[in-house]
Structure formats: structure tokens, C-alpha cells
């Protein structure tokens, strides 16, 4: 029999880490499938991770990892994805938001022959606000990106073995997974599926938190943040040449005439604007290679009952 394995990343979970497996088992068991249930401890600081160890003492379906710290939910599930065993992985969150309902489909979506199977949500329950920002951001990143985001679709996905291979080969510091599964390619199925309030606890997504999400996704995979610097440069110096010969005109025809309060002040302004955003950008590439250079490890354990998987 073929093994399933779910990949639940968690942090500060406590109150919904039991609940999510009752609810993962029931799903679970009626499937032809064996399975493991892979909790990622990601350096919480409730009860989550005693919840876990619970679960593990009573049954062996039931894998952990808890690392040293709080790494990341990108490094948790990367963590899960290196030490499962499954020929098949399902991603979740442990909030209960993410349906364990649609496991079923999800599976025979597998069953078809798709390497990815993706859950995407609709925006019912999202403010008015909200969904406008979204919508609005989809459109702007698939406009300057080299890959391409679907809103609504994230991390709840299954993934097959070839999938999962082929995501750990990339070993990027910086990583965004809604633009490697992308990248990656591979048959996909979409299933559709209705906006879950989160069942208890709170959201662990601030707006700042929010917004350098999003600017992530417009970073690590293009480069064309940097050529549009490079385009208005050029358009800047353009503009700035034709004022310089309209000046010029004027003073061969009208004699020299004092220059503008409001002339100047604009100049500086836009100029200054323009050089101080094309430096944020060359920053963000410049602070991304150097964390690439230092080849830090994605993640530390601090304890586990699983080894890192190697593939026979």
C-alpha cells in the first residue's frame, strides 16, 4: 500500500493540534492508503508542542519535528517535506481552516495521475477591503513576475513524490512557496472550495507581516523590479534633457529668467523619490544574495522522532 503523509505546520497551536487530528484520522482512515501525520513544531511558545508529544506517545502515525526556534512556516514545511516518507504529501495548516474534508479528492486527484492537486479558497468572509487588496496584488505580481499566482490557491495543496523531489532541490535561503510550486511546473487539478473561519486562536499574520509577504513574491522570482529602475533612470534623464533644452531656449530667446520655487522643489523631489526607491530594490537583491552566500541551514531541529529521508 502507498503511503500519505500530512504535513501540518504549527505555531502556537495549542488549542486546535487535537481536534485537527481527530479530525485528519476520521478523514484518513477510510482511504486505501497508509499514512503518517507529520506535526512541525515551528519554536512555539504555548502548549503546542506537549499537545504533540501527546499524540506521538499514543500513536506512531503520528511524526514530529520541533525546531529550535521560530524559523518560518516556508522553513517548517520545508523541514516536513525532508523528512517524510510518503509517496504522496498533503500540505495544511493547523488552524483548521484548511478543510481536512477535501483529503478525499484531493487523493484521487492523485489517483488521475496530477503531480499537484491544489485547494483554493474563495473570499467569502474576507472584508470588501481585503479581497480589493488582493485581487489588486494578483494582478500587479502576475504582472512583473516570471511565474504565475492564482488568488486563492496557497500552501493546501498534495504534492506528489516527483513534486516533493523536485521542490527540495531547490535549496534557496529565501524561499516562497506559492512561486515554487509554479516554478516547478508538473500536471495540476484545482479544486475549489468555501472560505473556513479559523476555528480557535488567532491569526498569526500581522499586516506587516502581510505586506512583506507580498513583497516576497514580487522579489524572488524576477528580476524586473531591477529593470524597471534601470527604464526610469532612462526616462528620467529623458525628461531631464528636454527640460534642460527648454530652458535653454528660453534663455536664448527671453534672456535669463530667475528659476521657480516650485520648479526646483519638484526636481528634487521626484528625482529624489526615484533614486531612494531603486535603492530600496538593489537592496533587497543585494541583502538577498548576501544571506544566500552564507549558506545558512533553513532550519535547526531540537527534536524529533523521524530522521531526514533519503530516497532508495
Known sequence: MKLISIIVPAFNE??????????LVQELEPLPYLYEIMFIN???????????????????????????????????MFAGMKRIKGDAAILMDSDMQHPPTLICEMVKGYEEGFHQVVAKRSRKGDSKLRSALSSLYYKVVNAVTDVSFEDGEGDFRLLSRKAINSILSLSESNRFSKGIYSWIGLSKKTISYENVVRAEGDSKWSLGSLVNYGIDGIISFNMKPLRICFYTGFLVLFLSLLYIAFTFYEIMVRGVIAPGY?????????????????????????GRIYNETKQRPHFLVEMSNVDEYDEP
Open 14 to 23: 495549542e488549542a486546535n493540534i487535537a481536534s485537527m487530528y481527530k479530525t
Open 262 to 286: 516650485f520648479t526646483t522643489i519638484t526636481a528634487i523631489l521626484l528625482l529624489g523619490g526615484i533614486q531612494l526607491i531603486s535603492l530600496g530594490v538593489i537592496g533587497e537583491y543585494v
Open 42 to 76: 515551528d519554536g512555539s511558545s504555548d502548549g503546542t508542542l506537549d499537545e504533540i508529544l501527546k499524540l506521538a506517545n499514543e500513536h506512531e502515525t503520528v511524526k514530529y519535528i520541533s525546531l529550535s526556534r521560530n524559523f518560518g512556516k516556508e522553513a517548517a
